[in-house]
T-cell receptor
Framework: KAGVTQTPRYLIKTRGQQVTLSCSPI?????VSWYQQTPGQGLQFLFE???????NKGNFPGRFSGRQFSNSRSEMNVSTLELGDSALYLC?????????????FGPGTRLTVL | EDQVTQSPEALRLQEGESSSLNCSYT??????LFWYRQDPGKGPEFLFT???AGEEKEKERLKATLTKKESFLHITAPKPEDSATYLCAVQARGGADGLTFGKGTHLIIQP
């Protein structure tokens, strides 16, 4: 069974630009969560989607948004990028929500903002 | 606000030298405490979930325990392949805010 895939794996953007990251969950999984990981703050929860609906949201500004499609694939968007948005963005999928003990993480997208 | 503090930040052990990692937490009603392992360049890998004080779980050389204020991850006779960053996370009752993670303990096991 294929794991969680994230594209692209690496991305370089400049301040003020916007970016879209993609996540394909494990087949059959309907819940997708997004996290930001930085050396200073560690792993922080962004949001969770289940059946195309946002179920939970972390404490991030409105520049961070996401969506989920009918095939459970998810995208997250960051607008007006800031230097502090440089991070590893991780996606995790699970069969149901919330089911963090059955949560499988992808390898992440490394975003660098210059 | 939920908080998770892990110590030490980094730990270097000799192969076979047992030790414990600490996770102290503050949460408004604990729904679950989670341990993950993260290898360089990879996403976290789930290890354990603990739900109530006194609970213990084991997997190979790892054993996780839980009290009302902290959790320990005991590593017995570790091997070099146990080298990784170990992350602790909590979920509050209601779970509206997802998981709150600690910053992790970077563990190195030297042969």
């Amino acid at each position: 069974k294929a794991g969680v895939t994230q594209t692209p794996r690496y991305l370089i953007k400049t301040r003020g630009q916007q970016v879209t990251l993609s996540c394909s969950p494990i087949s059959g999984h309907r819940s997708v969560s997004w996290y930001q990981q930085t050396p200073g703050q560690g792993l922080q929860f962004l949001f969770e989607y289940f059946s195309e609906t946002q179920r939970n949201k972390g404490n991030f500004p409105g520049r961070f948004s996401g969506r989920q499609f009918s095939n459970s694939r998810s995208e997250m968007n960051v607008s007006t990028l800031e230097l502090g948005d440089s991070a590893l963005y991780l996606c995790a999928s699970s069969p149901t929500t919330p089911s963090y003990n059955e949560q499988f993480f992808g390898p992440g997208t490394r975003l660098t903002v210059l | 606000e939920d908080q998770v503090t892990q110590s030490p930040e980094a730990l270097r052990l000799q192969e076979g030298e047992s030790s414990s990692l600490n996770c102290s937490y503050t949460v408004s009603g604990l729904r679950g405490l989670f341990w993950y392992r993260q290898d360089p360049g990879k996403g976290p890998e789930f290890l354990f979930t603990l739900y109530s004080a006194g609970e213990e779980k084991e997997k190979e050389r790892l054993k996780a325990t839980l009290t009302k204020k902290e959790s320990f991850l005991h590593i017995t006779a570790p091997k070099p392949e146990d080298s990784a960053t170990y992350l602790c996370a909590v979920q509050a009752r209601g779970g509206a805010d997802g998981l709150t993670f600690g910053k992790g303990t970077h563990l190195i096991i030297q042969p």
